[in-house]
C-alpha cells in the first residue's frame, strides 16, 4: 500500500499543477431550489462542497466526547471525460477529529484521494459519502457514519429529527459583496446519535446529538475577508441556533455575517448580522503549532428572541492542522452553553469552528 504522505503530495502537486480554468465552475446564484434526497450528495458544477458532521455524545458511564468527520471536494476540471479512471477531474480531502473531553485529549488525521476507481467520492445513486473507509450512507431513514483511524474510531447511526433548515435568503448564503459571492447552504439541525466510540483499546456505547453542514459553491469571500468564526448551537429547550461572524483583515466584523434560528417545530428563520452579537468572552488558547490564538469562550446575544449565551469549553486544545493546502488550519470543537431565554435558565450544546488565526483562510 502506498504511503500516506506520498498520496498527500501526489495529489497536491496534481491540485497546483490543474487549476481550472475561469468559467468552468457555476456560481451560487439566488433561485436555488433544493431537492432532498439529492440536495444531500454531490454538486460537482460547483467547485467546492463540504460535509460536516460534528456532535456532543456521552457513554454509558457518563464519558463526554465531541467529534468531528468532514468531507471536502475540490473539483479541478470540468472539462470532457476521458477514458481512465485516474483522470483528475476532483480532490477528496477528509478530517477526522474525536474530543476526549473527560480525558482531556484531542485526536484528529487527515487523508486526501482522488476519486479514482471508486476511492472517495458522494454519490446519489449509492446514497454515500466517502474517503477510503471513512463514510456516510443513508439507508432507512438514517445516516450511519463510520471513520476507523490508527488509534480512534467512531460508528454512529443519526435520525434527523427535524427537517433539513435552509440558511440565507432566496437559496443562498450571501458571504460578500458581488453576484455569486455565496453558497448554497443547508443544515439537519438536530441528529439524534447512537453507536460506539473507540479509543486505544477503550470502547464505548455513545449516544446524544449531531448536526451536520452541507454548503457547496464556486466563490465566497473576498481578499479583505480573513476567516470566520460559526457556532452550531443545540438547546434544551428543541431549538437550535447557527451563527457565523466574517471577520475582515482590518479587525472590524463583515455585514455579511448572519445566522438562523430553528424553533422547536423546525421552522426556520434568518438573522442578520444587526439581529445577533457574537463576541469573544475573554478566554484564550494559543497553538504551540500555529502560533495562532483562538478565543475559545464567546457571548451570544439574540436580542429579539431573548437569548443570552455564554459558551465555553472543557478542552481548549482543538486546533485541526495538518499538510495539506486544500483546507486551512483551523480551530473546531466541542462547547458548552449556559445562559438565559427570557430570562428563563438555558443550556445546551455546540460545536465552535474558527478559521483565518494563524493566517487569511483564502478560499477563492
Do not use: C
Request: overall charge negative.
Amino acid at each position: 500500500m502506498r504511503n500516506s504522505k506520498s498520496l498527500m503530495a501526489t495529489a497536491l502537486s496534481l491540485y497546483v499543477a490543474f487549476q481550472p480554468g475561469p468559467g468552468q465552475f457555476k456560481t451560487a446564484l439566488p433561485g436555488y431550489r433544493y431537492e432532498f434526497p439529492r440536495d444531500y450528495f454531490n454538486h460537482p458544477e460547483y467547485q467546492t462542497e463540504w460535509w460536516y458532521y460534528t456532535g456532543n455524545l456521552h457513554g454509558s458511564d457518563g464519558h463526554r466526547f465531541g467529534f468531528e468527520l468532514t468531507f471536502f471536494r475540490r473539483g479541478v476540471s470540468r472539462g470532457p471525460a476521458k477514458s481512465s479512471s485516474w483522470d483528475i477531474r476532483d480532490l477528496y480531502l477528509a478530517h477526522f477529529a474525536v474530543s476526549d473531553l473527560d480525558s482531556k485529549k484531542f485526536l484528529h488525521t487527515e487523508r486526501t484521494n482522488r476519486t479514482g476507481p471508486g476511492i472517495a467520492g458522494a454519490d446519489a445513486t449509492l446514497q454515500r459519502v466517502w474517503n477510503g473507509n471513512w463514510s456516510v450512507v443513508w439507508k432507512g431513514g438514517e445516516e450511519n457514519l463510520t471513520a476507523i483511524a490508527d488509534q480512534f474510531a467512531i460508528r454512529l447511526s443519526l435520525q434527523s429529527q427535524k427537517a433539513p433548515v435552509i440558511h440565507g435568503e432566496n437559496g443562498v448564503s450571501q458571504k460578500s459583496t458581488g453576484t455569486g459571492r455565496a453558497s448554497h447552504y443547508f443544515s439537519e439541525t438536530r441528529l439524534k446519535a447512537a453507536g460506539t466510540m473507540q479509543i486505544g483499546s477503550a470502547k464505548y456505547e455513545v449516544a446524544g446529538l449531531a448536526w451536520m453542514d452541507h454548503e457547496f459553491f464556486t466563490n465566497q469571500l473576498e481578499e479583505h475577508q480573513a476567516g470566520w468564526d460559526w457556532l452550531s448551537l443545540q438547546l434544551d429547550d428543541n431549538t437550535e441556533l447557527m451563527l457565523f461572524r466574517i471577520r475582515r483583515a482590518d479587525g472590524t466584523v463583515d455585514p455579511f455575517s448572519a445566522g438562523t434560528f430553528v424553533d422547536a417545530q423546525g421552522q426556520a428563520r434568518h438573522l442578520t448580522s444587526a439581529e445577533f452579537r457574537l463576541e469573544p468572552g475573554g478566554d484564550s488558547w494559543t497553538s504551540s503549532v500555529t502560533a495562532a490564538r483562538y478565543p475559545v469562550a464567546w457571548k451570544i446575544s439574540v436580542p429579539s428572541l431573548g437569548i443570552d449565551l455564554q459558551a465555553s469549553t472543557q478542552l481548549p486544545s482543538q486546533e485541526l492542522t495538518g499538510d495539506s493546502k486544500l483546507a486551512p488550519n483551523y480551530w473546531e470543537g466541542a462547547i458548552l452553553l449556559t445562559g438565559t431565554k427570557h430570562h428563563e435558565a438555558l443550556r445546551g450544546s455546540g460545536y465552535l469552528e474558527m478559521t483565518g488565526y494563524d493566517r487569511p483562510v483564502g478560499w477563492p
